[in-house]
Nanobody, 120 residues
């Protein structure tokens, strides 16, 4: 199983970016998915998560600005980021809680990270 994150880049404060995370490989089912981020010199923090049923959860710092979604048919998750601020600068990592076979407990899989840089 591989998770491929994409969509990061350089954007001015107030701008928008859309991150994608595509899961591929031997996948039986994907439970929860989400995004973490790690800014320079800071610990990794949860940004947003989404269940297989579409229930979402957001960090207080991004609530109202970021929207997480997923396309189960494509095994892909998205993070729409609006009104970006300098504090959103970080490497964003996606994860998925994935089952590879019926009867096998799901496990965490991580993407490689995509850099988001917000400039003033």
């Amino acid at each position: 199983v591989q998770l491929q994150a994409s969509g990061g880049g350089l954007v001015q404060a107030g701008g928008s970016l859309r991150l994608s995370c595509a899961a591929s490989g031997s996948i039986f089912g994907i439970n929860g998915m989400g995004w973490y981020r790690q800014a320079p010199g800071k610990q990794r923090e949860l940004v947003a998560s989404i269940t297989s049923g579409g229930s979402t959860n957001y960090a207080a710092s991004v609530k109202g600005r970021f929207t997480i979604s997923r396309d189960n048919a494509k095994n892909t998750m998205y993070l729409q980021m609006n009104s970006l601020t300098l504090e959103d600068t970080a490497v964003y990592f996606c994860y998925g809680f994935i089952s590879i076979q019926r009867g096998v407990p799901p496990a965490d899989y991580w993407g490689q990270g995509t850099l988001v840089t917000v400039s003033s």
